[in-house]
Structure formats: C-alpha cells, structure tokens
C-alpha cells in the first residue's frame, strides 16, 4: 500500500528557507507523479507543484516559481519542497501526494483529484 509522510514543517522568519520532506513507500509502478500541495487557513488546498518520476521533470504553479522548488532522491524513496523567501502568506498545512502515472504523462497534468494517495501534512507558519 502506498504511505506517504510529510517532515520538516515549523516556524520560520519572513525571507527565511526550509525544506519539507516527503518519505514515501509501496510503490509499485515505474511511472508515478508526487505533487506538493497547501491549504492556508479559510482558504482551499492548493497545488505548489510535482515531479514526474520518468524523466524527473518538475512543473510549478505560476505563484511557486522561483521560490520553490522539487527535487527527488530515489535512493532514500524521498521526495524534497525546498521553500525561499518565504511570505506570511505561505503559511499553511503542506501536504504531498502521488498518483500513478501513464508513461510520457508529465505530473503537470495532473489536478488533486487525480492523487489517490495523501499524507497527513506537515504545518508551516511564517511569521516574524
């Protein structure tokens, strides 16, 4: 069974960086996207971006680019938001989520309905 588990949340100035972490576990097809996701408080969940694991392409929301980034480390079956300059405005539950994939498909194409699999967040506050 697929089991995802989001780390590294906390407290972090206005301007500061931190890096959340996706440990996953139980995948069984080559062909997969992991995506990153956010719900602010009052607000809906929101997709930051994902990784496509065939080629390891990333792709961001409009909002996330240049700040944020994807990365992945398949040895430790781990998937990295790396977060900078971060705003009170990116506080927020984080969240990662992977669906499988069909080959070719890149992670862009798909919205958080198509994720079958959700961790249970990890909580980010920015705040001075």
């Known amino acids: 069974q697929v089991q995802l588990a989001e780390s590294g949340g906390g407290l972090v100035q206005p301007g500061g960086s931190l890096r959340l972490s996706c440990t996953t576990s139980?995948?069984?097809?080559?062909?997969?996207?992991v995506g990153w996701f956010r719900q602010a408080p009052g607000k809906e969940r929101e997709r930051i971006g994902c990784?496509?694991?065939?080629?390891?392409?990333?792709y961001y929301e409009d909002y996330a680019k240049g700040r944020f980034s994807v990365s992945k480390d398949n040895a430790a079956n781990t998937v990295y938001l790396q977060m900078n300059n971060l705003k009170p405005e990116d506080t927020g539950m984080y969240y990662c989520?992977?669906?499988?994939?069909?080959?070719?498909?890149?992670?862009?194409?798909?919205?958080?309905?198509?994720?079958?699999?959700w961790g249970r967040g990890t909580q980010v506050t920015v705040s001075s």
């Open positions: 989520a992977h669906t499988d994939a069909h080959m070719f498909r890149v992670c862009a194409l798909y919205k958080a309905p198509d994720y079958a699999d």
């Open positions: 139980g995948f069984t097809l080559p062909y997969y996207a």
């Open positions: 990784i496509t694991s065939s080629d390891g392409s990333v």
